[in-house]
């Protein structure tokens, strides 16, 4: 279920609201398990078995740390987190990746006449990459002691399948939620506050991520004969904007969603197209998978103490993985191995913030580290990489089509000028964060800025959505 449906803004989520603050305080945390075991059915159906057996399974292995810790059992605190990481993995694995393996085998098999295996391709659950790193990070933090383990199983498939976050995230890690899971503030401002933020992000998605992806979609969309060098750059820019808007607008609403229920998520963007560095970008970008693979992979590989080469080494590992997390395609693994070797070579080239005294530098780091990025991206939005490749071709050409017909293929004047309007995300201040000065701003500018969130945009966002003017959210094929 999307959160720009007309489902879930006008059945599902009133519903829910209703149930759940008109009923006993404690039964507030069954009614919202309940209601997110029914969300993720209403997409995934039958699979939200496999939801549950996540979420049983890290239960369990949390509950043997946490017998283990209290009897001073080492060994035994080990194979508990053990058995969590390789049930998660495993589950991962084999849903995300195997379609993929037996593709590259039967692929060599044909080859080196082998023959094929006979295979039905598995289907891929929605939202599977992100419930299984969040359910693992339970287990270790019982293990490091952070927190301790939840008594009630409820409670722990509500952490899991939390619908607010549940398909795209925030990553939430159990030691940032474990006491909100057992008490929180539902207070009025807390909820107000989540309806602004959640307005904020259906704007953000409706109004604008799914109006310039109609300008990249065509770009991308293009047969290499017709594709230049200015079709290809517009299509890559359109792509960043919308992907930047697409996601970041999910994790608005997201957090906003968390607080109407009394939650507080952790924050995923901040101003990301406004980094000095590759470095910085991925400090803005996503920051919860950030947070999570330095917590429970870099730092557990040693992290930076085991002099450059070791940390080069950990680093692009991270980012190897990190590609291969968000697709089992070969474009994601250059993906991550491109961003790998990037952060690599800044770290050892000394990369570090931009000084005072270095500010006339600024917008050129600026620039350079978007024209990484944006390269980045065609990796990621290229059908395969053959795509990818003459989609770089083209961008590094010089145009043969006329421009007149180019922006007529490319995209209706309305597209355009939302586009050209959103490209601001560019050349904003860094330390101005839209979302967050709407939110927590005071004054009469903040005040106006609510106003025409609240009451013009998201009126005119729910215009678009009765007219059917939306589409399920990038990340959801992750």
Not at 242 to 247: E, R, T, V
Not at 366 to 371: A, G, V
Request: hydrophobic share 55%; aromatic share 18%; proline share 4%.
């Amino acid at each position: 279920m999307v959160f720009s449906s007309i489902p879930f803004l006008f059945v599902f989520l009133p519903v829910v609201l209703l149930a759940y603050y008109a009923g006993p305080r404690r039964l507030r945390n069954l009614v919202l398990a309940l209601a997110s075991l029914a969300f993720y059915v209403w997409g995934s159906g039958a699979l939200v078995a496999l939801l549950l057996i996540s979420a049983l399974a890290n239960y369990f292995a949390g509950g043997l740390v946490a017998r283990a810790r209290k009897d001073g059992r080492i060994g035994l605190m080990k194979f508990g987190v053990g058995v969590s990481v390789a049930a998660n993995v495993a589950l991962l694995g084999y849903f995300k990746y195997a379609n993929f393996v037996v593709a590259q085998m039967n692929a060599l098999g044909d080859r080196f006449g082998l023959g094929e295996i006979a295979w039905e391709s598995v289907a891929l659950p929605i939202g599977i990459s992100f419930y299984t790193f969040q359910a693992m990070s339970y287990a270790v933090d019982v293990y490091r002691g952070r927190v301790e383990h939840l008594k009630n199983p409820v409670n722990f498939v509500l952490f899991v399948a939390l619908f607010p976050q549940l398909i795209v995230g925030p990553i939430v890690r159990f030691h940032e939620i474990s006491d909100q899971i057992l008490e929180r503030d539902t207070g009025f401002d807390q909820f107000c506050s989540g309806v602004m933020r959640f307005c904020h992000g259906l704007v953000k998605k409706v109004v604008i991520a799914d109006m310039v992806a109609v300008v990249a979609n065509a770009a991308f969309a293009l047969p290499e004969d017709r594709l230049n060098g200015l079709a290809a750059w517009l299509g890559i820019v359109a792509y960043t904007v919308q992907l930047y808007f697409d996601f970041s607008a999910y994790s608005d609403m997201a957090v906003g969603l968390g607080r109407m229920f009394g939650f507080t998520f952790p924050e995923n963007f901040n101003r990301p197209y406004s980094a000095i560095s590759v470095t910085d970008f991925w400090r803005r970008w996503h920051m919860t998978l950030g947070a999570w693979f330095k917590d429970y992979v870099f730092i557990p590989m040693g992290g930076s103490k085991g002099g450059p080469a070791r940390t080069y080494f950990n680093l692009w590992t991270v980012f190897f993985i990190c590609g291969l997390w968000h697709g089992a395609e070969w474009r994601f693994l250059v993906f991550g191995c491109y961003f790998g070797v990037v952060l690599v070579l800044e770290r050892a080239l000394g990369q570090r913030p931009l000084h005072a005294a270095e500010a006339r530098f600024l917008p050129l780091r600026r620039l350079l580290t978007i024209l990484l990025v944006m390269n980045s991206f065609v990796l990621f939005r290229a059908p395969s990489l053959t795509h990818a490749w003459y989609f770089f071709e083209s961008m590094y050409s010089f145009p043969t089509v006329p421009y007149p017909v180019l922006l007529a293929e490319l995209g209706s004047k309305h597209a355009l000028f939302v586009l050209f309007l959103s490209c601001a995300v560019f050349f904003l201040p860094r330390g101005w964060v839209g979302g967050l000065s709407i939110d927590r701003g005071r004054g009469l500018g903040p005040a106006l800025l609510r106003f025409a969130v609240v009451l013009l945009g998201t009126f005119y966002a729910t215009v678009l959505v009765i007219g059917g003017s939306f589409s399920p959210f990038l990340y959801f094929q992750f």
